[in-house]
């Protein structure tokens, strides 16, 4: 279910700091930030509300207030890879602007999600009009490139338990040390598609990390005794170095 | 071994016509590029040179004339993830512009190649000067960030056999039908290599693709019975139609 709210107030609006922190629109004049934020409408998305399909014309982005969203491509076959599960801060749906204005992935809401959903083509507009959207549009878009090229490291040379102890360690603060409780951010199943495994894969995989690296799990409650530890265990098999360089 | 040759002389440079060909440099001025052709710097570099490596401040970027350069990440334990392996028309390192300056991943040379080396400052100068090409430059990353995610689906969700079968069709002309026959590249423990795979795995893949999609491998020469077998094969565990969308 999707319910429509009226627009946004300027004067009082917590979401213009929302924006004004995505990478995307850091620069972007004042002016183009009230133009973008003036065509925001609220929409509070229930789980499994599809917001776009792969390939269609993109219509509207999203930025994700609260909640989760699940960007992914569907074979064929049936089957789902999840390119992505994004929350607080993250645009969905924005880089259609320079993907010949079609949706390069499906969306779906996760867990019960405050967006704000934004035409596509006042964010089109707004980049003729200010240079300085455009170039954070670039460093947006070279960020998420980024991201994927240690995503497609990890694929390649981690096995199961390494990419879970990596996907554990992404959640934690950059200056973690010592022992850590967290909470895994959503199901299980979702964490495991997220990470390109089968359940079992991700079942064998968390069994082996709680011998190797000293993780202890209970239903979502996730305890590292040392996150050290963990980081050499897990980024041994990678270029980078705990806390990851794309999260700074 | 680099040989440094004498600077482009720009009235009579073929090069001029591959550099204006690529998606970064479509659309830019007329200046731009003979400003940027004219700090180009032709370079023959054989097998195994070094070009740049990972987090390296960038000062050169490079444009293929002609043979093969592999961009990697290297692990801590000293495993190597293929991310790309790039030929004629495609440039390596130009991305740093946008990556911070630095290189986001090594290079190196993986067959006798024609090369043209351009100081990466005299780019981050003509970006400044010139929106188109900085516009260029987002539609450039854009595109490899749409490879990148279909690589994700790839290794997310294609078995080995289906991702050879890919690298195969992916090599083809996009009108291709009924029979063909292709010479790999290079060689197969670097495609192993490049699609995320130990060379063991490669060979059964391989086996199995010739038993599934009536494939015939001899040495580096490969037939394909049937072009449209191969891609139902093939691209029903993938979001995509044969041909790909990103090669069109």
Known sequence: MVLAMPTLDLATDP???????????????????????????????EKNKLLFLQDDPAEYFYLVV??????????????EAV??????????GASAVVDDGQHS?????????????????????????DPALALGMLTSIAKQRRKQSREIEGLTL???????????????????????????????SLIAARLGMKSETFS??????????????????VTISDVYFLANYVCSACSNDFPCEDLR
């Open 66 to 79: 609260s909640g989760w969203v699940k960007l992914f491509r569907e074979t064929l076959d049936g089957d």
């Open 105 to 129: 992935a499906s969306a779906t809401v996760v867990a019960t999600s405050n967006l704000i959903s934004f035409p596509v083509r006042v964010l089109e507009d707004a980049m003729t009009q």
């Open 204 to 221: 064998r995989g968390l069994a082996r990390l709680r011998k190797d690296a000293d993780i202890g799990v209970k239903g979502a409650s």
């Open 83 to 92: 390119i992505d599960v994004v929350n607080t801060g993250h645009l969905v």
């Open 158 to 188: 981690q096995n199961a338990s390494q990419r879970i102890g990596c996907f554990l360690l992404r959640l934690l603060p950059a200056t973690a040390e010592g022992s850590h409780t967290l909470h895994l951010p959503y199901d299980k």
């Open 15 to 45: 979401n213009k700091v929302l924006l004004e922190s995505h990478s995307m629109f850091a620069k972007a004049s004042a002016e183009t930030l009230d133009k973008i934020l003036a065509a925001g409408r609220p929409l509070l998305a």
